[in-house]
C-alpha cells in the first residue's frame, strides 16, 4: 500500500480505538442549546436511551463496533 492509504488506515485505528474522557464530551455538548441540557438534567431526556438509539441506527453494538442493523436493534432492545 502507499503512504496515503498506510496513514488512512492509521487515522482510521485511531479513530476506533479512542477512549473519549469527561471533557472531550463536555466540548461536545458545549454545543447543546442550554433549554436542553436543563431538560436533560431535569430527566425529561434520556441520553443513555438515545444513544442506544442512534448506535441502533448506525448497526453497531455498545463498543461503536459494526454488527448490523438487525443485531444492533436486538443488542439494544429497540
Known amino acids: 500500500m502507499g503512504k496515503r492509504t498506510d496513514a488512512l488506515l492509521e487515522s482510521e485505528r485511531e479513530y476506533q ?4 474522557t469527561d471533557f472531550d464530551a463536555e466540548m461536545s455538548m458545549q ?6 441540557l436543563a431538560q436533560v438534567i431535569k430527566g425529561e431526556i434520556d441520553l443513555n436511551a438515545l444513544a ?17 442493523f438487525d443485531k444492533a436493534k436486538q443488542i439494544h432492545a429497540i
Open 17 to 20: 480505538t479512542k477512549v473519549y
Open 31 to 36: 454545543t447543546l442549546p442550554s433549554r436542553m
Open 52 to 68: 442506544k438509539v442512534i448506535l441502533a441506527n448506525r448497526g453497531q453494538d455498545q463498543n461503536g463496533n459494526w454488527v448490523g
